[in-house]
């Protein structure tokens, strides 16, 4: 669309002052909306560092697996909400393996991610978080636990022992 396509639905009036540079009235309102814009929908302040760590992915060529997320509580027939637990569990989908990670509150800001790989296989599995890298090596049986980890945005990466082409990586998730 062009600005003489737009301009066209105008009344020539409208069309004149559309032509017109801004001045302090269009200033003004422009102002109002935004401030309105920041109240009702603000950016959030970490946006910046969450799309450069999302676009910051190294394993460019690495499968992507499908996130499921089911929060335990919706499986309890009895749960005890205010008693500040949270646990859910997320599973991840490749062609090439699943991963079952279930992340436990283990303290202020803090989580517990237990892990499971299917097909089981020994594999090297980094946590990327904004902070840093965690790295374990999940045993034979496909488990692995990663403790201590800070709350916030991270990405899991698989690396299987006995497939060196066979990278999986996780969309990023929040812990």
């Known amino acids: 669309m062009t600005d003489d396509d737009f301009a066209s639905g105008l009344s020539p009036e409208l069309t004149r002052a559309a032509a017109e540079p801004l001045d302090e009235t269009d200033l003004a309102l422009l102002t109002e909306v935004a401030a309105l814009l920041e109240t009702v929908d603000p950016v959030p302040e970490d946006l910046v560092e969450r799309v450069s760590f999302s676009l910051a992915l190294d394993e460019v060529y690495a499968e992507v697996a499908a996130i499921t997320r089911v929060p335990d509580d919706a499986l309890a027939v009895r749960s005890d909400p205010a008693a500040g637990m949270r646990t859910e569990t997320l599973t991840f989908?490749?062609?090439?393996?699943?991963?079952?990670?279930?992340?436990?509150?283990?303290?202020?800001?803090e989580v517990r991610l237990d892990g499971w790989i299917a097909p089981?296989?020994?594999a090297r599995v980094v946590l990327r978080m904004q902070e840093g890298t965690q790295e374990v090596h999940a045993d034979a049986s496909g488990r692995f636990v990663l403790e201590g980890v800070p709350e916030g945005f991270a990405q899991l990466t698989i690396h299987p022992d006995d497939d060196p082409d066979g990278t999986v990586v996780t969309p990023l998730f929040q812990l």
């Open 93 to 109: 989908s490749a062609k090439r393996l699943t991963a079952m990670v279930t992340v436990s509150r283990a303290g202020p800001d």
């Open 120 to 122: 089981a296989r020994a």
